[in-house]
């Protein structure tokens, strides 16, 4: 089980946009992450008639490393670490700070 999930919240904890929250959108690899708003770069493309797509600079998202983004906890507002324990046979997920379940 991994800590991260689709659809969680994070907070960039290191980098360029340290600081900025957004929603994991998906999972490039095993160890990086494609985070909404986050990690923008401008990419100059070519025009290809063949396709029909135009040329020019396009603004796109680019994956950012596991170890740099934080689940961002609703209670507290601020990043937070994730560990793992089972209750009534299931694995979950829960914040080490406040002791709650992630998903509760």
Do not use: C, W
Request: hydrophobic residues 35%.
């Amino acid at each position: 089980m991994n800590r991260l999930k689709k659809g969680d919240e994070v907070i960039v904890i290191t980098g360029k946009d340290k600081g900025k929250r957004g929603t994991v959108s998906s999972f490039v690899s095993s160890d990086k992450v494609l985070v909404d708003g986050i990690n923008l770069v401008k990419k100059h493309t070519k025009a290809n008639p063949m396709t029909g797509s135009q040329g020019g600079i396009v603004t796109k998202e680019m994956p950012v490393h596991i170890s740099n983004v934080a689940l961002l906890n609703p209670e507290t507002q601020k990043a937070d670490r994730i560990g793992f324990r089972i209750e009534n046979d299931v694995k979950i997920r829960y914040f080490k700070s406040t002791n709650k379940a992630v998903d509760a």
